[in-house]
Every structure is written in C-alpha cells, then in structure tokens.
C-alpha cells in the first residue's frame, strides 16, 4: 500500500468509527485496532513516520497504548519514538508497568531523560516505585535539579501513602485578588496544573484557605473579590494517610480532586481522581486475591512469572491442608459412631459444605462493607443481630429441605439428627463468618486476610464436630 494512502484513509476511517467523539466505547476500539493493525505494522517496516504521526492523531492515548501493547518489541520502540514528545509522555503513563520496563531498556538514555522530564510527577514517581531498585537509581541519575528534589520528596513518603500518589502541579489563587486578577493568573500557569476542575486559595504562606470552582471563577463579576465567592473548610487529606481512605473521601464527597495538606496547613499537592480509580481498582484486586487464600500480585497476572504465582498460591494451600487434616482427625475421632450408622456418611458432605459455604457468604459481605465503609466496628453488634436472624431463618430453610431428604434415603431419628445438624452448622457458620473480619479489624489486621477457603475449612472443623457430636447423642 503507497504511504500516501496510509496518511489520507486512516484518519477518515477512524473518523467513521468515532463519528463526533474523540473517545470510542470498547468495542469500537477493538475493531479500529484490529483493522489497522496491519496498516500500522507496514508503516513501521517502511518508516514512514510522518504517516504514522498523522494516522495516530485522532486515536486518545489509552488506544495508542493498547496497540502498542499488540506489537512485537522491536515495532513498540519505532512506533513510541515516532510519537510526539508529549503525546508520547501521555501513552507511556497508560502502558502496562512490565511493558513500561520493555519500552525504558530499549530507549536511549537521552529518549528516556526526556520521558521523564516530561511525565507527569505524579506518573513519574509511581514508575521510579515500581521498578527494580538499581533501575530507578539509574533513571533519577537522568532527572534534572528540581525534578529530582521533587522525586526525592514524594518517594520519601511511606509506600501505599497519599503522599506517594499526589501531584505538587497545581493552581493557587490568593483571597485578596479580584476575579479578574485570578483568572489571569490562572491562564498563565494553569497549563502546568493537573487539573482545573477547582483552584485552591491560600495565604502568602500557603496555607489552604478554601477552594473556588472554575465554572464559578469564569461566571463570577470580574470585580468581585476571591474571598467572596470561595467555599471554606475544604476535605482534605495528609500526606501520610493510607491510600483507602482517600479512595473513601473521594466516593463520600464526590470529589474530582482532594487536596493534600501538611500539619501545619501547608497545601503539598492535590489527588486527582483519575489516579484514585487506579488505587480502588488495585485495592479490590487485592482484596479479591485475599479472599481467595492468595497473596498479592504486583502487576498483571499475565506477565507475572511462573515462580511467582507459586510462591503466593503455595503459602496458603499448605496452611490450608494442616487445617483440613484436623478435620480429618475429627471424623476419626467418631469413628465408632459411623460404624454403628453408616447412612451418616452420606449427609456428611452436605452438612460441611452448607457450613463452609454459609461461613463464607457472610465474610464476603462484612469484609466488604468494612472495605467501603458501609459498616464500622461500632456496628458490630447491631449487625450480629441482623445476621443471627438471616442465619437462624438460613438454617431453618435448609434444615426442612435436608431432612425432606432424610426421610426419604433413611429412617426418621437419622432424619431428625441430620436436620438438627444442619441447622447448628449454617448458624455456626454464618457466626463464624460475621466474627472473623471484625475480630481481625480490631487486632488491626487487613479483615480481607479472613479469606473464603479459610472461612470454609474451619467451618467444615466445627460441622464435623457438631454433626457427629449430635449422632453420638442421640442415635448412640
């Protein structure tokens, strides 16, 4: 295909696929890659990087990130090097961490001082934090004076703190300004700022004072003073705080940006809720791998390597089978009640499996409401109530169905013990289930650490107990 073709039709064929929008919904995007893939391709091979600039200026940066997530190494560096110097910033910062590390070995060392210089602070000092020590060494080698220092600063902030995650490009404006005077201000400095949506008013000393909207600054009487229209006691956050709770103010309040202010007073930076979306996305992945007796992945599971998936998977299975041996010894330890009923044997699985799976309902919901903030530990025993009642009405339903069951497969006094059981079990579990998270929360410890195979082992324990201790009772 002639170069010529390649610059005049790509662009029109994206126009058709985004008809009046710069952003497309997913699927759109898929066939837009999908299609011109092979066009691209040929463009790299003949290094037509004009044609390459023009074709990629209607794609957003997450799309161009995509498809270069598509190619094969040598084609990412030629088509990232073809990219402007700040569109090509704004693609890096969408890249995957494990391909931002393929794209950095590739690049120069003066490719990469410029990418640096041009990321993001915020992107910049979440890059230097995920790679490998002596890399990020490397790397700050490159920065500059002030970008250094402030590297410096915000790595030196706790991991997983605000600190880490703000940005210090931002908006000021001072009470004593008219609105004319700080808009001016604004359309000098503002294109450093991360964002517009709303601009901070401090003092000389730059303590926060409040916070005035744009579209209030832009429609307020250009004489009217600052102080005037801003709003006070503004939500805000320190710098050391963990990242969850930021993620919980931005949810309560609606935030778009949350400014980050020092002991005393000092506005250090803002939170942007772009970065706050990464954070609650990665907060929930690590809850889920939690819950399902894993521990934590950094990064995509599809580039993690195979040694360490084992190690975070091998920990938990083998905790969980010293667990589950003390159930088998349970069993034998009613082995002569088992001999004497055997047609026990056949509901024991049901029985344990009801406890597990009742135990683990009830983590999954309290170790998410405590994640959200939908419940405290002051409502523990309001919600203990609330789960006694759906737990009794639980074991109720399916105590009935069991013993619906029993009657039909053995004689009524098993039908009756069977039943009994599992209406203990279920509220055992559900018991179980409720007091774990709230018990870890108080021992301060992550309640997401309760995990579901856990939960499940030792509520089959207590199902095995509970179950055989009934029999032995009342059948023996």
């Known amino acids: 295909m002639n170069p010529t073709h390649w610059v005049i039709l790509v662009p029109d064929f994206a126009d058709t696929i985004f008809p009046g929008a710069p952003v497309s919904t997913n699927d759109q995007s898929y066939h837009l890659k999908e299609l011109l893939l092979p066009d691209i ?58 391909d931002q590390d393929d794209l950095l070995a590739s690049l120069t060392n003066e490719e990469t001082r410029r990418l640096l210089e041009e990321l993001p602070p915020d992107d910049r000092t979440q890059l230097l934090e995920e790679l490998p020590e002596e890399i990020t060494r490397r790397l700050m080698e490159m920065l500059s004076p002030e970008d250094l220092r402030e590297a410096r600063t915000l790595l030196g902030y706790p991991e997983e703190s605000v600190g880490r995650l703000m940005t210090p490009d931002y908006s000021t404006i001072h009470p004593e300004w008219s609105i004319a005077d700080a808009l001016t201000h604004i359309r000098k400095t503002g294109a450093k700022s991360e964002s517009l949506h709303a601009v901070f008013v401090v003092n000389q000393a730059n303590r926060l004072l409040g916070r005035v909207l744009l579209r209030h600054l832009v429609t307020a009487d250009p004489a009217q003073r600052v102080d005037k229209i801003m709003t006070l006691n503004v939500v805000h956050i320190a710098p050391t705080a963990d990242r969850e709770q930021a993620v919980q103010l931005f949810e309560h309040y609606d935030l778009i940006i949350l400014p980050v202010v020092g002991q005393d007073g000092t506005l250090l930076g803002i939170v942007t809720v772009d970065d706050i979306l990464d954070v609650a996305r990665k907060e929930v992945t690590e809850d889920f791998q939690k819950l399902g007796s894993v521990g934590h992945i950094p990064g995509s599971i599809r580039a993690a390597p195979v040694n360490l998936l084992y190690r975070r998977r091998i920990g938990w299975l083998l905790t969980l089978v010293g667990v589950n041996i003390i159930s088998g010894a349970a069993i034998a330890h009613f082995e002569y009640t088992i001999e004497k009923v055997v047609a026990l044997v056949f509901f024991l699985p049901v029985l344990i499996g009801s406890a597990g799976n009742a135990g683990s309902q009830s983590a999954t919901l309290i170790i998410r409401a405590l994640a959200t903030g939908d419940i405290e530990m002051g409502d523990w025993f309001k919600m203990l109530g609330k789960e006694l009642a759906v737990a009794a009405l639980l074991g109720t339903t399916m105590a009935l169905g069991i013993w619906s069951i029993g009657i039909l497969r053995t004689t009524m006094p098993v039908a009756l013990v069977v039943g009994a059981s599992m209406m203990l079990v279920v509220l055992m579990g559900c018991i179980i289930g409720f007091a774990m998270p709230f018990v870890l929360s108080k021992l301060k410890f992550d309640p997401a650490t309760a995990s579901v195979p856990l939960i499940a082992s030792i509520c089959d324990i207590a199902g095995v107990i509970v179950y055989f201790s009934i029999a032995t009772r009342f059948l023996i």
């Open 41 to 98: 391709e040929d463009m790299i091979d003949a290094h037509d990087w004009r044609g390459l600039r023009m074709a990629l200026a209607t794609w957003p940066p997450p799309e161009i990130a995509d498809l270069l997530t598509d190619l094969e190494t040598s084609k990412q560096v030629l088509l990232f090097r073809a990219l402007a110097k700040e569109p090509s910033a704004v693609v890096f910062s969408y890249l995957p961490p494990e």
